[in-house]
């Protein structure tokens, strides 16, 4: 069986699904997921993020985190957690850098959300010798001071997504067509979660909606304006959702979403907007380039390059123009902020 027979079997007892369920079972089946079977992450694998570039990526935003946590009075103890973490490398350099803040870890309980077994392994080796508790999901992490970080974790969670019609929504659905799976839009109707909508798009215009996300984003804030924290949230996507932005990379190039299922990494784009709205805290939103310029990603270059030879230099001024140039990931990649009204915003951001 592979996971195409089986999302085709599916298809046929119950009729098209919704992309949301698509991505679901794509990105997490635990036999066929693609999330659940590898590790996708650098050159040989699918796709590079920000911490696997640079150890500064992690270093600088670890470091805006204790920041925030002296900036509250130094709650203790408090919940330590990040969403994703991938090779756990974010987590690793981020607990590299902190280690000279007094009590921070001492005061810190580790938390990682991660769905996959594959990666969970990785992830206990990746910050050894500190303890963690994984969790499934975010709505499991204690009710307490919560300082969370998160980096191309949103942009994984399942999306649904319509098209404008004059009279409502039409949704895009996965069918099967002469044996491939085939995306469909299913006749309009009206939506009411898209209701605000209807004001600023016209027919034909796409919209998506993650309701993982928001879910996420209402249980992180919750925690936040109750006990204090911050969340650090960074990922692609832009302000309030427009146009078709679900995709598919496998080895490092766009390939079509329905090809393969479980064989790529399947992504939308991060509604920047409408995670701000599911939180009840204050929020903040800026560019991952100004903030990493903000928190002196410059100096860090710098002194990590003063014992290095030459090309040593240069090879960490290429992260460095990487992760922060417009023409690179410095104004795709966003940073949006949870901390409570009235505490400062977190370093970085204004
Ligand atoms: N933050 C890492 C990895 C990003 S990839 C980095 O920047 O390198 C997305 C990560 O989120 C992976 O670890 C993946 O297994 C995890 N993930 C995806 N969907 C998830 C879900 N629904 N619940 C928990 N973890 C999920």
Same mark, same amino acid.
């Given at each position: ?14 009729? $098209?699904? %919704? +992309? #949301? ?14 999330? /659940? *079977? !590898? ?37 203790? $103890?408090? %919940? +330590? #957690? ?14 590299? /850098? *902190? !280690? ?40 499991? +992490? ?17 999306? !649904? ?190």
């Amino acid at each position: 069986m592979s996971l195409k027979a089986l999302l085709a079997a599916r298809i046929a007892a119950q009729g $098209p699904i %919704t +992309l #949301a369920d698509y991505m679901a079972d794509c990105l997490l089946h635990p036999s066929y997921g693609y999330y /659940a *079977t !590898r590790d996708p992450f650098g050159a040989a694998g699918d796709f590079t993020t920000a911490p696997e570039i640079s150890q500064m990526f992690g270093e600088l935003l670890g470091l805006a985190l204790a920041q925030c946590w002296l900036d509250q009075g130094a709650p203790a $103890p408090f %919940t +330590l #957690a990040e969403l994703g973490p991938g090779r756990g490398t974010l987590m690793a350099d981020l607990l590299r /850098a *902190t !280690r000279g803040i007094p009590g921070f870890h001492v005061a810190m309980r580790l938390h990682l959300v991660e769905a996959s077994p594959v990666l969970r392994a990785g992830q206990r080796a990746a910050i050894a010798p500190h303890p963690a508790r994984w969790l499934d999901t975010a709505d499991q +992490l204690p009710d307490q001071a919560l300082f969370l970080i998160a980096n191309e974790f949103f942009d994984a969670l399942p999306i !649904r997504q319509f098209t404008r019609d004059a009279q409502g929504w039409c949704e895009t659905r996965v069918g099967v067509t002469d044996g491939r799976l085939t995306p469909g839009l299913t006749a309009a109707t009206p939506f009411p979660p898209l209701d605000h909508r209807l004001h600023d798009t016209r027919p034909g215009d796409i919209v998506e909606i993650c309701p993982a996300a928001t879910a996420t984003v209402a249980t992180i804030g919750q925690r936040i304006a109750r006990h204090g924290g911050v969340a650090l949230i960074v990922d692609y996507g832009g302000w309030i959702s427009h146009g078709d932005t679900f995709q598919a990379v496998a080895a490092h190039s766009h390939v079509d979403p329905f090809a393969d299922p479980g064989q790529a990494d399947l992504t939308a784009h991060v509604d920047f907007a409408a995670l701000a709205a599911a939180s009840p805290t204050a929020h903040v939103y800026t560019t991952q380039g100004e903030a990493l310029l903000r928190l002196g990603i410059a100096q860090r270059t710098a002194a990590l390059g003063r014992n290095l030879p030459p090309d040593g230099l240069a090879g960490l001024q290429a992260d460095s123009h990487r992760l922060t140039a417009p023409s690179e990931m410095g104004t795709l990649f966003k940073l949006l902020a949870l901390h409570p009204a009235g505490s400062p915003a977190p370093p970085g951001t204004v």
